[in-house]
């Protein structure tokens, strides 16, 4: 058994080992899967960022695509009035957007014509003629004087059509052909400070925000009755030299009024003929205009010049409003496209420039930009407002162009954790996603092993204690093998012991060799004390092995213990004399308690026959049974005058199969070794009975056993 134990432990201990050095790796790799999680982690912010900056994008040039290209001008003419043809007079609405500098992403909008004129949907005459006191006439006067400077040279006009200038990379087609930068390129810079550094291509990407892409978007084509589309067009017309009004109030055209004057129609054929021009914005080299042309271009009319200039015959009048009502014009509104031009602030923009957004329309043979300028710092803030609604614990941002911009430069010892290159197809703003503690990972590993360590430790030392434990049961087995073979033994003996002599008693009782009465009483007497014995033995065995199965059953009843007691005793009289001891009681005064008598019996019997086998060299062969009530218990004490148990043994006779070893042993009678389960079925009885048992000295010798029941 012995030997197993040892094979076992080897193979424990080497599986704890194996396992420990599992665990170490498993550590370490998962202190390295912690930094590539954490890496997932900006990602996935950056992705969440993306799609929120789009969302807003996307719902802002959706909006503005759908917006009616009447809106950029100051009167219109609403549709659905023009179509009742038996109105003599139509009105004039203001624009929507004749109080609205800022919308959202956009600043100012505007309207350029073919001629280079500016329509501007805030003021219906020349803005040297504002009030200087209000806060949009200064804005426009900024805004005409940057597009005359900035846009117009960006823009070209032939046979009517507007095109951008070429060498402008933000014609539509020609970014997807050629961008600037490359996915891969953009993947593997990230901008810091005045330079751009390049960063592993796992810890930056470029995230596209396809916005403005023309795949995303659709032009408009829709047809409209020529009348309302000459009475849009008349708010354009050339200026007048009339000064406009202080006070201008919406004005009213009449429906036998002719807007525009409407070519001869074999021109109208031979036009129709030609080629229509192209859509979308081609490259041609034109020179630039002056600045004082551009400002001057950029006019509009009042409504008593528009009344003026469009001054025509009744009868001219009649003839066309039956083709004007009658004859639909198409109008095509193609998608924005952006336009990154220099100016006054172009070295303080993230972008490296001004970004417009222009929309081509076309209205039969009439071509027009319309267009607002991009809020850049309203981008740039709701870029801010997305991070830092995504961020994670721990997690940090900057974007590093805003800092350059507003004069400040990264930290020496900075890093970004993960650079998101946010590609808007007009430029791109570069989001660094930092960790606010850089050493939270190694904190963590740290922390990791010294718990690793710490199990590890405690696992050892529990498998240290369950082996010694382990060592200690095969032990006790041994140990309770060895005692069970004892028992076997002592059964055995106890047995036979009896058994021998109830068969020598009986023969010579057959054989009628005893002739004496006296004899033959002693010799029956004799035969009954070892039956007696015998049945003591087995009811011992008969009551432990109950005991072990749980099938011993009580029965409590009330009754007076010292009755009981004084039964046992005179039971057992007989056969102390017989080993030369007498039985002395001292029995105090007691009510009567609940108790099962076959169970106080068998105490009474085991705790004398204990007395008379381990007393017998005693000089004071007198065994005193006490019984007294004591602090809610019955006591039952019995005294012999023997060589007593020694202090260490005191608990370990209570145990199964013990019995006294060594001088006690060679002291008592050899002959009767005993079973050792007397005194444990004395403590199993007393437990039942809600009470205890204990083992005191008595003078001047021999040791004294008592037994509390409660009451």
């Known amino acids: 058994m012995y030997r197993r134990l040892a094979i076992l432990s080897i193979v424990i201990v080497a599986a704890v080992c194996g396992l420990g050095?599992?665990?170490?790796?498993?550590?370490?790799?998962?202190?390295?899967?912690?930094?590539?999680?954490?890496?997932?982690?900006?990602?996935?912010?950056?992705?969440?960022?993306?799609?929120?900056?789009k969302r807003k994008l996307d719902e802002f040039i959706q909006a503005e695509q759908q917006r009616k290209y009447t809106d950029y001008l100051y009167y219109y003419v609403p549709e659905n009035v023009a179509q009742a043809q038996q109105q003599q007079q139509l009105p004039l609405l203001r624009s929507p957007l004749g109080n609205l500098w800022s919308n959202s992403f956009a600043n100012g909008y505007f309207q350029i014509e073919a001629d280079g004129s500016i329509v501007t949907p805030y003021y219906p005459g020349q803005p040297v003629q504002m009030d200087e006191n209000d806060a949009i006439a200064g804005e426009v006067k900024r805004q005409l004087r940057n597009i005359g400077d900035n846009v117009l040279p960006s823009i070209t006009r032939q046979s009517g059509a507007l095109r951008l200038a070429k060498g402008q990379t933000t014609h539509q087609e020609e970014i997807t052909k050629s961008p600037a930068l490359s996915m891969q390129d953009k993947e593997r810079q990230a901008s810091d400070g005045d330079d751009?550094?390049?960063?592993?291509?796992?810890?930056?990407?470029?995230?596209?925000?396809?916005?403005?892409?023309?795949?995303?978007?659709?032009?408009?084509?829709?047809?409209?009755?020529?009348?309302?589309?000459?009475?849009?067009?008349?708010?354009?017309?050339?200026?007048?030299?009339?000064?406009?009004?202080?006070?201008?109030?919406a004005p009213t055209v009449r429906a036998n009024t002719p807007q525009v004057r409407r070519m001869p129609m074999t021109q109208r054929r031979s036009a129709q003929a030609?080629?229509?021009?192209?859509?979308?914005?081609?490259?041609?080299?034109?020179?630039?205009?002056?600045?004082?042309?551009?400002e001057a271009n950029a006019t509009l009319l009042t409504p008593q010049d528009?009344?003026?200039?469009?001054?025509?015959?009744?009868?001219?009048?009649?003839?066309?409003?039956?083709?004007?009502?009658?004859?639909?014009?198409?109008?095509?509104?193609?998608?924005?496209?952006?336009?990154?031009?220099?100016?006054?602030?172009?070295?303080?923009?993230?972008?490296?420039?001004?970004?417009?957004?222009?929309?081509?329309?076309?209205?039969?043979?009439?071509?027009?930009?319309?267009?607002?300028?991009?809020d850049e710092h309203r981008l740039v803030a709701e870029v801010e407002e997305s991070a830092g609604r995504f961020m994670r614990e721990g997690m940090g941002f900057e974007l590093p162009q805003v800092r350059k911009v507003n004069g400040q430069t990264a930290d020496a010892g900075e890093k970004a954790a993960y650079t998101a290159i946010l590609d808007f197809g007009f430029g791109d703003l570069i989001l660094r996603l930092k960790e606010l503690d850089p050493a939270w990972i190694a904190k963590r590993s740290?922390?990791?092993?010294?718990?690793?360590?710490?199990?590890?430790?405690?696992?050892?030392?529990?498998?240290?204690?369950?082996?010694?434990?382990?060592?200690?049961?095969?032990?006790?087995?041994?140990?309770?093998?060895?005692?069970?073979?004892?028992?076997?033994?002592?059964?055995?003996?106890?047995?036979?012991?009896?058994?021998?002599?109830?068969?020598?008693?009986?023969?010579?009782?057959?054989?009628?060799?005893?002739?004496?009465?006296?004899?033959?009483?002693?010799?029956?007497?004799?035969?009954?004390?070892?039956?007696e014995r015998l049945s003591r033995l087995v009811e011992n065995v008969l009551d432990f092995a109950r005991l072990q199965k749980g099938r011993r059953r009580y029965t409590f009843q009330l009754g007076?213990?010292?009755?009981?007691?004084?039964?046992?005793?005179?039971?057992?009289?007989?056969?102390?004399?017989?080993?030369?001891?007498?039985?002395?009681?001292?029995?105090?005064p007691m009510s009567q308690t609940s108790f099962d008598k076959d169970a106080v019996t068998q105490i009474v019997v085991n705790l004398i026959d204990n007395a008379v086998k381990y007393a017998a060299c005693a000089t004071d062969k007198i065994i005193?049974?006490?019984?007294?009530?004591?602090?809610?218990?019955?006591?039952?004490?019995?005294?012999?005058?023997?060589?007593?148990?020694?202090?260490?043994?005191?608990?370990?006779?209570?145990?199964?199969?013990?019995?006294?070893?060594?001088?006690?042993?060679?002291?008592?009678?050899?002959?009767?070794?005993?079973?050792?389960?007397?005194?444990?079925?004395?403590?199993?009885?007393?437990?039942?009975?809600?009470?205890?048992?204990?083992?005191?000295s008595a003078e001047p010798a021999g040791a004294i056993f008592r037994v509390a029941l409660a009451t």
């Open 560 to 588: 007076h213990l010292n009755d009981c007691v004084a039964e046992v005793v005179e039971m057992m009289r007989p056969y102390a004399q017989q080993h030369g001891f007498g039985i002395r009681t001292e029995f105090g």
């Open 21 to 53: 050095g599992l665990g170490y790796h498993a550590v370490a790799k998962w202190a390295q899967g912690l930094e590539g999680t954490r890496l997932g982690e900006f990602a996935e912010v950056a992705e969440q960022v993306r799609q929120d900056v």
């Open 306 to 374: 528009q009344q003026t200039s469009l001054g025509m015959t009744s009868a001219q009048t009649d003839a066309q409003q039956v083709n004007d009502s009658s004859e639909m014009v198409q109008i095509r509104i193609e998608p924005f496209v952006p336009l990154v031009v220099p100016g006054a602030d172009a070295v303080t923009s993230v972008f490296g420039g001004q970004v417009f957004l222009l929309r081509h329309v076309q209205i039969e043979d009439r071509h027009l930009l319309q267009g607002f300028q991009l």
């Open 446 to 531: 740290g922390e990791l092993h010294r718990i690793y360590f710490g199990i590890i430790a405690t696992v050892m030392a529990a498998v240290a204690l369950a082996l010694v434990s382990l060592w200690h049961n095969v032990r006790a087995q041994v140990r309770l093998a060895a005692k069970k073979d004892d028992f076997i033994s002592a059964v055995s003996h106890e047995l036979r012991t009896p058994l021998t002599s109830i068969r020598m008693y009986s023969e010579m009782l057959e054989k009628n060799w005893v002739k004496s009465q006296d004899k033959l009483g002693e010799y029956y007497r004799n035969m009954r004390q070892e039956s």
């Open 624 to 696: 005193i049974v006490r019984t007294r009530e004591a602090q809610g218990h019955t006591i039952i004490e019995v005294e012999d005058h023997g060589p007593g148990i020694p202090h260490r043994q005191r608990k370990k006779v209570f145990e199964e199969f013990y019995r006294l070893e060594g001088k006690v042993s060679e002291q008592s009678r050899p002959a009767t070794t005993g079973t050792g389960l007397g005194l444990t079925l004395v403590k199993r009885f007393a437990e039942a009975h809600g009470g205890y048992v204990e083992i005191d």
């Open 196 to 249: 751009l550094q390049k960063v592993k291509g796992t810890r930056s990407k470029a995230y596209p925000i396809e916005s403005l892409r023309q795949e995303t978007q659709e032009a408009q084509v829709f047809t409209q009755q020529r009348s309302v589309a000459n009475y849009n067009q008349a708010q354009v017309m050339p200026p007048s030299p009339q000064p406009p009004a202080a006070n201008p109030v």
């Open 274 to 294: 030609e080629p229509a021009p192209q859509s979308d914005f081609a490259y041609r080299q034109q020179a630039t205009p002056a600045p004082q042309q551009a």
